[in-house]
């Protein structure tokens, strides 16, 4: 039976035949009249966070995944910038907590020693005993047994801990230090040594040192047949 076209009001969404006013179907498809308004898409933003929030269509998961993609790379850089620098300030902090603890090469060798002052004397627990060479440029190598935490250096300079003895000899008011590492790297570091008698104590906060070398420097007191001298090298790991 032909549908009469008289009839006015709402057109059906499917099939835009008018239909009566409260009409709950269409009269020519049945297509369900007055349907639920879909809600608008959620802007971008809405949608990044939180992550387990449900995306309506069209609410821009392009642009949300590229916002999570950039989060994450942003993330892994400041992981790789950050974590040597997190790694630095934790070991200073065991450092400030831990007690220093002596510990003794295996070896030492140096590039010039005058006759009866071996190198080995900075490394005999007396400070009465020194290391004796002619001049500046002379260098001392520490080598240990296994890789550790250098927490602390002491150096007794001169020729004795005594002061009516310390005169005697010239000595080094500098010492350039190169450090090696159990991976091969090296790090250097400069230290100015005080012109009196007695333990002079040094922070170094080094991960992993191997071998240690000292080049003395700045000599004071030569002259007059004196030659230069270092009683005593201490190395110290954290406890």
Same mark, same amino acid.
């Given at each position: 039976?032909?549908?009469?076209?008289?009839?006015?009001?709402?057109?059906?969404?499917?099939?835009g035949t008018p239909?009566?006013?409260?009409?709950?179907?269409?009269?020519?498809?049945?297509?369900?009249?007055?349907q639920a308004a879909?809600?608008?898409?959620?802007?971008?933003?809405?949608?990044?966070?939180?992550?387990?929030?449900?995306?309506?269509?069209?609410?821009?998961?392009?642009?949300?995944? =590229?916002?999570? /993609?950039?989060?994450?790379? #942003?993330?892994?850089?400041?992981?790789?910038?950050?974590?040597?620098? $997190? &790694? +630095? !300030?934790?070991?200073?902090?065991?450092?400030?907590?831990?007690?220093?603890?002596?510990?003794?090469?295996?070896?030492?060798?140096?590039?010039?020693?005058?006759?009866?002052?071996?190198?080995?004397?900075?490394?005999?627990?007396?400070?009465?005993?020194?290391?004796?060479?002619?001049?500046?440029?002379?260098?001392?190598?520490?080598?240990?047994?296994?890789?550790?935490? =250098?927490?602390? /250096?002491?150096?007794?300079? #001169?020729?004795?801990?005594?002061?009516?003895?310390?005169?005697?000899? $010239? &000595? +080094? !008011?500098?010492?350039?230090?190169?450090?090696?590492?159990?991976?091969?790297?090296?790090?250097?570091?400069?230290?100015?040594?005080?012109?009196?008698?007695?333990?002079?104590?040094?922070?170094?906060?080094?991960?992993?040192?191997?071998?240690?070398?000292?080049?003395?420097?700045?000599?004071?007191?030569?002259?007059?047949?004196?030659?230069?001298?270092?009683?005593?090298?201490?190395?110290?790991?954290?406890?």
């Amino acid at each position: 039976m032909p549908v009469p076209d008289e009839v006015t009001g709402p057109p059906c969404p499917s099939c835009g035949t008018p239909n009566p006013v409260g009409r709950r179907f269409c009269r020519r498809c049945a297509t369900p009249l007055n349907q639920a308004a879909k809600p608008a898409p959620l802007p971008w933003w809405r949608t990044v966070w939180p992550f387990r929030r449900r995306v309506r269509a069209s609410s821009g998961r392009g642009v949300r995944l =590229l916002v999570v /993609l950039a989060l994450v790379a #942003g993330l892994a850089v400041a992981g790789v910038l950050l974590v040597p620098a $997190g &790694r +630095a !300030l934790y070991e200073d902090v065991r450092d400030k907590t831990s007690k220093p603890r002596a510990i003794t090469p295996v070896s030492v060798e140096a590039s010039e020693e005058l006759p009866g002052y071996p190198a080995a004397n900075t490394m005999d627990g007396l400070s009465n005993r020194y290391w004796g060479v002619s001049g500046p440029g002379a260098e001392v190598t520490y080598t240990f047994g296994k890789p550790f935490r =250098l927490f602390e /250096l002491s150096v007794f300079n #001169g020729p004795s801990k005594k002061a009516q003895e310390y005169a005697r000899q $010239g &000595r +080094a !008011l500098e010492l350039k230090l190169e450090i090696t590492r159990g991976d091969g790297g090296t790090e250097h570091r400069r230290i100015t040594l005080s012109d009196k008698p007695g333990a002079q104590y040094f922070p170094m906060g080094i991960s992993d040192v191997r071998t240690v070398r000292l080049v003395l420097g700045s000599p004071v007191g030569l002259g007059g047949g004196r030659h230069l001298a270092l009683a005593e090298v201490e190395f110290f790991e954290r406890g």
